[in-house]
């Protein structure tokens, strides 16, 4: 996670005016084309059809991460565990890693087979992803900084008026972009459908 990032988007707030356990990423069955994958399996055997289906199914995981990720945030906060966020954000990174690097690999396929439009969709999706990683971390040290404005020391935060509205309205941006993306997605497999 990188902190330095999300200390500039609490500038950019700023300066704008607007004031549990994880699980790790399930193994695969073996099959490439079917489940979570891990960075190293080979998608070249895969139709494109099962690629945007394997895509489409780590996308899901994704945001299955982000919802236990800010769960486990409310926890900690809930039972005064704040200590323990940074190793959250060790454990929720890995996993996006992982994810990450197995979408890269159905890029990849992707552009080898001269599928551009299809990879370029996946590729905005990633970059909108990656943002709204930060984000999501720069929401979450604002929600801890409101829950107990001493730790904001501890955990190496200005203290300054937190707001996490202005953080929260940028994901929604990242959200809704990926949504779009998403369904760009989706139209071009319903044509690899009909080919």
């Known amino acids: ?11 950019e707030r700023m300066s704008s005016g607007a004031h549990s356990a994880c699980v790790s990423v399930p ?7 079917s489940g979570p994958q891990s960075e190293d399996i080979e998608f070249s055997s895969c139709d494109d059809v099962k690629l945007v289906d394997a895509f489409l199914q780590m996308q899901g995981e994704r945001v299955q991460v982000y919802t236990e990720f ?4 409310q926890v900690l906060l809930s039972e005064n565990r704040i200590s323990e966020y940074t190793l959250l954000c060790a454990e929720v990174t890995a996993r996006f890693k992982a994810i990450s690097n197995t979408i890269i690999s159905i890029q990849r396929v992707l552009e080898n087979r001269s599928m551009e439009s299809l990879a370029r969709c996946i590729a905005d999706v990633q970059r909108c992803e990656s943002q709204k990683l930060v984000l999501v971390a720069a929401k979450h040290l604002d929600l ?5 404005p001493a730790l904001a020391d501890h955990i190496g935060v200005p203290m300054t008026q937190a707001d996490s509205t202005y953080a929260t309205g ?5 959200e809704s972009r990926v949504r779009s993306l ?3 997605i989706q139209c071009e497999k319903c044509d690899l ?3």
Do not use: Q
């Open 1 to 11: 996670m990188d902190f330095e990032s999300c200390y500039k988007i609490l500038e």
């Open 27 to 33: 193994s695969s069955s073996g099959d490439p084309c």
């Open 70 to 73: 800010d769960t486990a945030l």
């Open 144 to 148: 801890i900084r409101d829950h107990n």
């Open 170 to 174: 940028k994901i929604l941006e990242c």
């Open 182 to 184: 998403i369904e760009d």
């Open 193 to 195: 459908l009909s080919d």
